[in-house]
């Protein structure tokens, strides 16, 4: 079978290897689709915290289920699977927070994942496709990051709501934020993703920094409030640090994107305000169930923003275009037949 390797930063490789074995406990799937993620370009890019090359990428997927002993499903099933394989023991693990275990294995970064035409995996993670379709399935996991991120914060209808960074993960916080009824304000220095965000998603406003005081617009949208909740989708050092001087008095700071470096902020102004700093990383399987939830009924419709696509025997040649800014991508797709 064909996958596609990162050998190093800067460097995919296209190879063939036989199909992997099934074990007791887990289950043969065929690829359909693959979301290219953050992770996967911080990865190429050789900035990704918690890594090694050479390592196949790819956990946003949708799969068929071709065989296994899985309760309840059959051979041609539409899947998808959570894909943080945790350990079951450490105190994260014994509280339920299966996302932050201690000995975590996320699938396509911490061990090979999805780039392949087959893969296999414990069937504990397996999700039932539901009546989606591989296109919303390759979605889940994104959108269950960005609803994790929106519980961690407990947004109400009563906040207001700065999502820094409009990726693909920042319009899922948007999407989840606006569906708690909040007041959600899009910062990004890509005109064409705050468009987007303000004509498919109806953010109340945006904001860019590259041509606006950012302070003095959230003083201007908020009455001199300030956010009660920022988000950062960001993964820049830069932006995050700025961002605690937009947090309002009581508010909540909370870190969806990765970097590798350290955060500085005034510790007067932060305690000051009583405000809170929290991470959010991954999500749970009840992140996975809601997302799927909210799909079904028609609350998100992700295809919206699928820009761009590509089989997986042209992944390498296309991967460089969607990367470049200039390109206007939000979310692009590998397929498979």
Not at 7 to 36: A, N, S, T, Y
Not at 64 to 93: L, R, S
Not at 306 to 323: C, G, L, N
Request: charged share 25%; proline share 5%; with cysteine.
């Amino acid at each position: 079978m064909k996958y596609i390797v990162c050998e190093k930063p800067h460097q995919f490789e296209l190879k063939d290897k036989p199909m992997p074995v099934r074990k007791d406990g887990e289950v043969l799937l065929k690829i359909r689709k693959i979301g290219v993620c953050g992770t996967d370009i911080h990865a190429f890019g050789g900035t990704q915290p918690y890594f090694e090359y050479p390592r196949i990428l790819g956990h946003e997927l949708a799969a068929e289920y071709i065989e296994g002993e899985a309760e309840g499903y059959k051979p041609g099933d539409k899947v998808t699977f959570i894909p943080y394989f945790h350990c079951g023991e450490c105190v994260a693990c014994r509280n339920g927070l299966t996302n932050c275990c201690a000995k975590i294995k996320v699938f396509g970064v911490h061990i090979d994942g999805g780039m392949a035409e087959y893969i296999t995996i414990p069937e504990q993670y397996l999700l039932q496709g539901g009546g989606l379709d591989y296109d919303q399935l390759a979605l889940v996991e994104p959108l269950a990051i960005a609803a994790h991120g929106v519980r961690r914060a407990v947004v109400n209808s009563n906040d207001t709501v700065l999502v820094m960074g409009a990726g693909p993960i920042g319009i899922g916080l948007i999407q989840f934020a606006k569906i708690a009824g909040a007041k959600v304000i899009a910062m990004d220095i890509n005109e064409y993703r705050l468009r987007f965000c303000k004509e498919e998603l109806h953010v109340d406003a945006t904001i860019n920094p590259a041509n606006e005081d950012v302070t003095a617009r959230l003083m201007e949208i908020t009455n001199g409030d300030m956010p009660t909740v920022v988000i950062d989708a960001t993964g820049n050092r830069n932006v995050m640090n700025s961002a605690f001087n937009y947090i309002a008095h009581g508010g909540r700071f909370v870190l969806v994107g990765l970097q590798k470096g350290e955060l500085s902020f005034s510790h007067p102004d932060f305690h000051k305000r009583e405000s809170t700093l929290m991470s959010s990383r991954n999500a749970t399987k009840d992140d996975f169930l809601y997302v799927m939830e909210c799909l079904k009924n028609g609350k998100i419709d992700p295809k919206k923003y699928i820009t761009h696509r590509a089989p997986f025997t042209e992944m390498i040649t296309e991967f460089e275009k969607w990367i470049n800014p200039k390109n206007n991508v939000i979310k692009a797709l590998i397929e498979l037949d």
